[in-house]
């Protein structure tokens, strides 16, 4: 990062400052607005670190920004916003299926995220990585039960008789 923070960026300016500076005042998603606030900051003249400081971004994201515009333009630069990669997609278990995981879960039938993985995998053929399967049960509010460990020398007949008040 040494030498080249100090330089001044060589970019093919489609927009010019104060266009990108009523972009920035218009938009509401968060994201955006951040990524026109550099930008236009940038299109001013000021270099990157000094961008960086004052907006409170990392300057790994700002050269990132850049590299984007400099593919693709602005419109580049807004639809790599987070939280967009899923929208629309097609689950991979159908409502009926999600019901029967659901009541599995419920039953307490399974300890681990990655047992249930390895369930939908068997039963219908179905590849779930780690967070989208607890993203799953997180989105049905399943909890996985895990039975609490007993002692061998646990009498049930005992500890039933004390919860009664025995």
Not at 46 to 68: L, T
Not at 82 to 96: C, E, Y
Not at 105 to 124: C, M, N, P, S, Y
């Amino acid at each position: 990062m040494g030498a080249a923070m100090g330089q001044r960026l060589q970019i093919e300016w489609q927009e010019s400052a104060e266009e990108l500076k009523a972009r920035y005042k218009r938009e509401r998603h968060p994201q955006r607005r951040t990524r026109l606030q550099v930008l236009w900051q940038l299109r001013t003249g000021k270099r990157i670190v000094d961008v960086v400081e004052s907006v409170g971004v990392s300057y790994r994201a700002v050269q990132q920004w850049v590299a984007w515009y400099r593919a693709g333009g602005l419109a580049e630069v807004l639809r790599r916003v987070t939280g967009h990669a899923s929208r629309g997609t097609t689950p991979h278990l159908n409502a009926k299926q999600q019901r029967a995981l659901a009541a599995r879960v419920e039953l307490g039938d399974f300890k681990t995220v990655w047992d249930v993985i390895q369930w939908a995998a068997d039963r219908w053929g179905v590849r779930y990585s780690y967070q989208g399967m607890y993203s799953l049960l997180k989105r049905h509010r399943l909890k996985l039960k895990v039975p609490r460990p007993q002692s061998e020398k646990a009498d049930p007949a005992q500890q039933a008789a004390w919860k009664k008040g025995g």
